[in-house]
Nanobody, 124 residues
């Protein structure tokens, strides 16, 4: 059974930064391509960023491009989402997701495992 544990959420003022972390357990971290999604109240879960398993290619939603950076550290078994220049519209529960197929994916159904989520609140 794979478990994903997110950390790093919190309350921040607009323009501030946060770094989210996610550490899978139960299988070698390097076996997964990883993604971050978010869900605001009353809205569907939406794609934020993804990083591939082998080439470490990255892909971002247009809404976060240039502000967020996804990265992975296989030695620490952790994937990160560095979020800069945060806006109130970034407020959501952020979810880490893992998939065994190596490429990038932007749809929730493509992912095999999910974390419980971490709340990010950006005040104006």
């Amino acid at each position: 059974q794979v478990q994903l544990v997110e950390s790093g959420g919190g309350l921040v003022q607009a323009g501030g930064s946060l770094r989210l972390s996610c550490a899978p357990s139960g299988r070698t971290f390097s076996s997964y391509a990883m993604g971050w999604f978010r869900q605001a109240p009353g809205k569907e879960r939406e794609f934020v960023a993804a990083i591939s398993r082998i080439t470490y290619s990255t892909y971002y939603a247009d809404s976060v491009k240039g502000r967020f950076t996804i990265s992975r550290d296989n030695a620490k078994n952790t994937v990160y989402l560095q979020m800069n220049s945060l806006k109130p519209e970034d407020t959501a529960v952020y979810y880490c997701a893992a998939k065994l197929s190596p490429g990038i994916a932007t749809t929730p159904v493509s992912y095999d495992y999910w974390g419980q989520g971490t709340q990010v609140t950006v005040s104006s």
